[in-house]
């Protein structure tokens, strides 16, 4: 079946530094999705793509949707205590290869020192 | 408030037993999805229905069973609860092309 590698698994920085995480896959993708997780919550979403080399922002957040439908990933700038948490990139395929399931990456846990 | 509620919180149950967790959304999604998730295993797809009564398998649906006899309720039952099944249960809805909304989740243990 279809798989996401995502990477790092974890991430230890200083507050106020850049972060980069990336989904890879093997197979094509019409959608990518990047998801953050707080403890004890659900996930939520981040950013979403659509298009082969969409690049998006939200707030410091910034991600793409490579231009082979296979990566994405995730930028965000200036870390904040708030931004802990483990993030989740996510793939769609077309309805044919699953219906309108979501296949996610193991998820970059993400630990800030002040 | 709009959105998805999932019930109980918390769960404590010993194995063998039958346990429900409730599932409830306010947008009238057509598509829902139970996921389950565990420390080194990601969110892991257990079941997910298209439609009111309209359900299919996930990645890891052996020992669950669904229903959806109504757009707004997803409930998922351990028919037989085990150790293995201890883990944080996810429920989501899903609008669009793939943005899924996600409830706080549901902490289930079996002793």
């Known amino acids: 079946g279809q798989q996401l590698n995502q990477s790092p698994q974890s991430m230890f920085i200083q507050e106020g530094e850049d972060v980069s995480m990336n989904c890879t896959s093997s197979s094509i993708f019409n959608t990518w999705l990047w998801y953050k997780q707080d403890p004890g919550e659900g996930p939520v979403l981040l950013i979403a793509?659509?298009?082969?080399?969409e690049l998006t922002s939200n707030g410091r957040l910034t991600a793409q949707f490579g231009i082979t439908r296979k990566d994405s990933f995730l930028n965000i700038s200036a870390s904040i205590p708030s931004d802990v948490g483990i993030y989740f990139c996510a793939g769609r395929g077309d309805l044919i290869q699953g219906a309108q399931k979501l296949v996610f990456g193991q998820g970059t846990r993400l630990t800030i020192n002040p | 408030d709009a959105g998805i509620t999932q019930s109980p919180r918390y769960k404590i149950t010993e194995t063998g037993r039958q346990v429900t967790l409730m599932c409830h959304q306010t947008?009238?999604?057509?598509?829902m999805f139970w996921y389950r998730q565990d420390l080194g295993h990601g969110l892991r797809l257990i079941y997910y229905s298209a439609a009111a009564d309209i359900t299919d398998k996930g990645e890891v649906p052996d020992g669950y069973v669904v229903s959806r006899s109504k757009t707004e309720n997803f409930p998922l039952t351990l028919e037989s609860a085990t150790r293995s099944q201890t883990s944080v249960y996810f429920c989501a809805s899903m609008r669009g092309y793939g943005e899924l909304f996600f409830g706080e989740g549901s902490r289930l243990t079996v002793l």
């Open positions: 947008w009238s999604h057509s598509y």
């Open positions: 793509l659509y298009k082969a080399g």
